[in-house]
Nanobody, 127 residues
Framework: QVQLVESGGGLVQAGGSLRLSCAAS????????MGWFRQAPGKEREFVAA????????DYADSVKGRFTISRDYAKNTMYLQMNSLKPEDTAVYYC????????????????????WGQGTQVTVSS
């Protein structure tokens, strides 16, 4: 099990940028695939981006492709989500998630596929 803490959210105008961080602690000696999800008021939590443990594979929801970039720093046990060209519809609470894997390059897109979650960080984009 790993503990996850998101940070970097805030208020930004449309067209602006933010970088979210997800710091991991606990059993970080294990290998984890990771992802970002978001949840807007009155809506279900939805997939945003995923990154594999090995080979640096990534994937994104269609709504954020070309604007968001997911990455990770193994030495710092931290995952990032660089968000550019933000739109009001990006407003949501953003959550990071981790799934323990066996040193593979798999990607995971669904809530039920993840074991551990952070508490979320609010991103608000004004028009």
């Amino acid at each position: 099990q790993v503990q996850l803490v998101e940070s970097g959210g805030g208020l930004v105008q449309a067209g602006g940028s933010l970088r979210l961080s997800c710091a991991a602690s606990g059993r970080t000696f294990s290998s984890y695939a990771m992802g970002w999800f978001r949840q807007a008021p009155g809506k279900e939590r939805e997939f945003v981006a995923a990154i594999s443990w090995s080979r640096g594979r990534t994937d994104y929801a269609d709504s954020v492709k070309g604007r968001f970039t997911i990455s990770r720093d193994y030495a710092k046990n931290t995952m990032y989500l660089q968000m550019n060209s933000l739109k009001p519809e990006d407003t949501a609470v953003y959550y990071c998630a981790a799934r323990e894997v066996s040193y593979n390059s798999g990607l995971y897109y669904h809530r039920y596929e993840y074991n551990d979650w952070g508490q979320g960080t609010q991103v608000t984009v004004s028009s």
